[in-house]
DNA sequence: TATAAAAA
């Protein structure tokens, strides 16, 4: 069977090889085959972020692309509807049915079970003077918080499962800090998690405790492609927090779930504005949407002042319109937001450097390497992470002694990024440190991580990556003096509104976007992460029904 | 119509 090895390819090249073994005479009308192009199908749809496809569309496709019509389709469909590779279901909302990959349905259900069940699990009746335990944690916080976060801080405690939202800068992740301060004075237990290595580094940082990664803090077993934490073995906390909660996606979400008892609270921390998750699935926005679980707004913005121009093109482009320069007044006036255009990967990529390395800190002050972040949208490519990183580190750091593993350099000096969970070093994917020191004889390189040494043996240095560029999406929680942007035509593939968003949203007092106009035109009218279709909300509606 | 993350 032909097409066992062939599902293995990614995009198009199945279709690619379906084509040849069209041409070599396999029959179209086997079995086998319809049910690998339904699968196919299904997963591309998945690809985009979808949990379900239309039927009627399921089968146009099947048509267009395979020629695989009625009667064999209807074959295909029952057998594996039979078999539970697919579900097909009607859904409030819908026109028509839906089909889905057995496991996305199965992740949404449960994801709507669990919440139903932690929802209707009573709390215990609290035998603390609440006001003057919050006055106490708010009094013994450095950074004191805002009305509205007191506010929330206070609701929270009276829930079982809560969402807090808000846009970029609010305070969300530094509440999360009041939250855990107040929950460990209660004598509860608090699980700090996150969807990216960097997010949960930098919620560690913010809150002073311990946070990892939601597949670090459910063990992750690759031998098994599952999680030890289950309903069977669940996460022993009595507080699971989840920041950055848009970039879970639906098996995430229920493996997650799966693992939180009915002893334990769940906070999801997140803002559906910003990145969604790269899988299938619109969890945080259907969970809003759905109006089941509190929702708590924050709605002041602490990252930059209100009136600044980051903070109005970020408006702009959440709504959907062209980010804009203002008006200069006064030619030397210094602005917080540039727009500039460069037509070729080439000349925006030599830009980001000349701007890194002088432009920026002769004319605002800023250090390269601590204050500037570049932010793009890609790894590959003239302008994506590795190229950038080469490029900056010849620019920035071209002289001091290195070492080079895999075709990098990594020098005394350089900024870089573990990357590979390591429990023995206690370094993890998403901690950024400094090269302190190169041993030449022994190959052996230092990195200091705050106020901590790490070494590294030659072997252990392919577990980092420099980190002058880095993607958007591990960017997402983080905040930076300085952010550069580039976003050009061979970004096409990544160009969404939410990207944008998130990452002019980095920058505290200084961003500046280098692309072509078309290309930020693409982001902006791509709004393809609110295109998404996902059941969860209809799923919920339906418990509460 | 290929790209972003997670894990080793
Ligand atoms: N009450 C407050 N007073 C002063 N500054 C605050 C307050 N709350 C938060 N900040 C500051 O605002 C900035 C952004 O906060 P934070 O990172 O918590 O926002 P966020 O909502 O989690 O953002 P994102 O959506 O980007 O993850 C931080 O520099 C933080 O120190």
Same mark, same amino acid.
């Given at each position: 069977?032909?097409?066992?090895?062939?599902?293995?390819?990614?995009?198009?090249?199945?279709?690619?090889?379906?084509?040849?073994?069209?041409?070599?005479?396999?029959?179209?009308?086997?079995?086998?085959?319809?049910?690998?192009?339904?699968?196919?199908?299904?997963?591309?749809?998945?690809?985009?972020?979808?949990?379900?496809?239309?039927?009627?569309?399921?089968?146009?496709?099947?048509?267009?692309?395979?020629?695989? @019509?009625?009667?064999?389709?209807?074959?295909?469909?029952?057998?594996?509807?039979?078999?539970?590779?697919?579900?097909?279901?009607?859904?409030?909302?819908? @026109?028509?049915?839906?089909?889905?990959?057995?496991?996305?349905?199965?992740?949404?259900?449960?994801?709507? &079970?669990?919440?139903?069940?932690?929802?209707?699990?009573?709390?215990?009746?609290?035998?603390?003077?609440?006001?003057?335990?919050?006055?106490?944690?708010? @009094?013994?916080?450095?950074?004191?918080?805002?009305?509205?976060?007191?506010?929330?801080?206070?609701?929270?405690?009276?829930?079982?499962?809560?969402?807090?939202?808000?846009?970029?800068?609010?305070?969300?992740?530094?509440?999360?800090?009041?939250?855990?301060?107040?929950?460990?004075?209660?004598?509860?237990?608090?699980?700090?998690?996150?969807?990216?290595?960097?997010? &949960?580094?930098?919620?560690?940082?913010?809150?002073?405790?311990?946070?990892?990664?939601?597949?670090?803090?459910?063990?992750?077993?690759?031998?098994?492609?599952?999680?030890?934490?289950?309903?069977?073995?669940?996460?022993?906390?009595?507080?699971?927090?989840?920041?950055?909660?848009?970039?879970?996606?639906?098996?995430?979400?229920?493996?997650?779930?799966? &693992?939180?008892?009915?002893?334990?609270?769940?906070?999801?921390?997140?803002?559906?504005?910003?990145?969604?998750?790269?899988?299938?699935?619109?969890?945080?926005?259907?969970?809003?949407?759905?109006?089941?679980?509190?929702?708590?707004?924050?709605?002041?913005?602490?990252?930059?002042?209100?009136?600044?121009?980051?903070?109005?093109?970020?408006?702009?482009?959440?709504?959907?319109?062209?980010?804009?320069?203002?008006?200069?007044?006064?030619?030397?006036?210094?602005?917080?937001?540039?727009?500039?255009?460069?037509?070729?990967?080439?000349?925006?990529?030599?830009?980001?450097?000349?701007?890194?390395?002088?432009?920026?800190?002769?004319?605002?002050?800023?250090?390269?390497?601590?204050?500037?972040?570049?932010?793009?949208?890609?790894?590959?490519?003239?302008?994506?992470?590795?190229?950038?990183?080469?490029?900056?580190?010849?620019?920035?750091?071209?002289?001091?002694?290195?070492?080079?593993?895999?075709?990098?350099?990594?020098?005394?000096?350089?900024?870089?990024?573990?990357?590979?969970?390591?429990?023995?070093?206690?370094?993890?994917?998403?901690?950024? +440190?400094?090269?302190?020191?190169?041993?030449?004889?022994?190959?052996?390189?230092?990195?200091?991580?705050?106020?901590?040494?790490?070494?590294?043996?030659?072997?252990?240095?392919?577990?980092?990556?420099?980190?002058?560029?880095?993607?958007?999406?591990?960017?997402? +929680?983080?905040?930076?003096?300085?952010?550069?942007?580039?976003?050009?035509?061979?970004?096409?593939?990544?160009?969404?509104?939410?990207?944008?968003?998130?990452?002019?949203?980095?920058?505290?007092?200084?961003?500046?976007?280098?692309?072509?106009?078309?290309?930020?035109?693409?982001?902006?009218?791509?709004?393809?992460?609110?295109?998404?279709?996902?059941?969860?909300?209809?799923?919920?509606?339906?418990?509460?029904?």
């Amino acid at each position: 069977n032909p097409y066992q090895a062939a599902f293995d390819l990614p995009g198009w090249g199945f279709y690619v090889a379906d084509r040849i073994a069209q041409h070599l005479g396999f029959p179209a009308d086997a079995p086998s085959r319809s049910r690998a192009c339904m699968l196919y199908v299904l997963e591309m749809a998945a690809n985009e972020g979808h949990t379900a496809v239309e039927k009627p569309q399921l089968e146009n496709k099947m048509s267009e692309l395979f020629q695989i @019509e009625t009667e064999a389709f209807d074959a295909a469909f029952q057998k594996m509807v039979t078999e539970g590779d697919l579900v097909c279901r009607t859904v409030d909302g819908f @026109e028509n049915d839906l089909v889905y990959l057995g496991h996305l349905f199965e992740a949404e259900r449960r994801i709507a &079970a669990h919440v139903d069940r932690l929802l209707k699990a009573p709390l215990p009746v609290s035998r603390f003077d609440r006001q003057a335990l919050i006055q106490e944690v708010i @009094e013994n916080l450095a950074i004191e918080p805002s009305a509205q976060q007191a506010g929330i801080l206070e609701a929270i405690l009276q829930h079982r499962m809560a969402i807090i939202t808000g846009g970029p800068g609010t305070g969300k992740t530094t509440l999360v800090r009041a939250v855990c301060t107040l929950y460990k004075r209660l004598g509860k237990s608090v699980f700090l998690a996150a969807p990216t290595g960097r997010a &949960a580094r930098r919620l560690a940082e913010v809150t002073g405790r311990e946070a990892r990664t939601i597949h670090r803090m459910l063990l992750y077993d690759p031998d098994q492609e599952g999680f030890q934490k289950s309903e069977k073995d669940p996460l022993d906390a009595d507080v699971v927090i989840v920041d950055e909660a848009s970039m879970v996606d639906v098996v995430l979400m229920r493996h997650l779930l799966d &693992a939180v008892s009915t002893k334990s609270r769940v906070v999801l921390v997140g803002d559906r504005f910003q990145l969604p998750s790269v899988g299938p699935g619109n969890v945080l926005s259907d969970l809003i949407d759905a109006g089941a679980i509190p929702v708590f707004e924050l709605t002041e913005i602490f990252r930059q002042a209100a009136e600044s121009p980051i903070v109005l093109n970020a408006h702009r482009v959440r709504a959907g319109q062209m980010p804009v320069m203002e008006p200069k007044t006064d030619p030397d006036e210094l602005q917080e937001f540039y727009i500039i255009e460069q037509a070729s990967a080439e000349s925006a990529a030599r830009q980001i450097v000349e701007m890194v390395a002088s432009r920026i800190p002769d004319t605002f002050g800023y250090d390269p390497i601590r204050d500037i972040q570049v932010l793009t949208p890609m790894h590959k490519g003239i302008v994506g992470t590795i190229a950038l990183n080469q490029a900056l580190q010849q620019a920035l750091n071209p002289q001091s002694p290195g070492i080079e593993v895999f075709g990098t350099t990594f020098r005394i000096r350089d900024k870089v990024m573990h990357l590979r969970n390591n429990h023995q070093k206690e370094v993890y994917n998403g901690d950024i +440190g400094i090269v302190e020191d190169f041993d030449k004889r022994h190959q052996k390189i230092l990195v200091r991580y705050d106020d901590r040494p790490v070494p590294y043996e030659k072997e252990e240095i392919q577990e980092l990556t420099p980190a002058y560029a880095i993607t958007v999406h591990k960017s997402q +929680g983080s905040e930076y003096p300085a952010v550069i942007l580039p976003l050009m035509g061979i970004h096409y593939p990544m160009l969404q509104r939410n990207l944008l968003y998130t990452a002019l949203t980095r920058g505290k007092r200084l961003v500046i976007l280098i692309g072509t106009q078309q290309a930020i035109r693409a982001a902006v009218e791509n709004n393809r992460a609110s295109n998404r279709l996902s059941t969860l909300k209809a799923m919920l509606a339906d418990l509460k029904a």
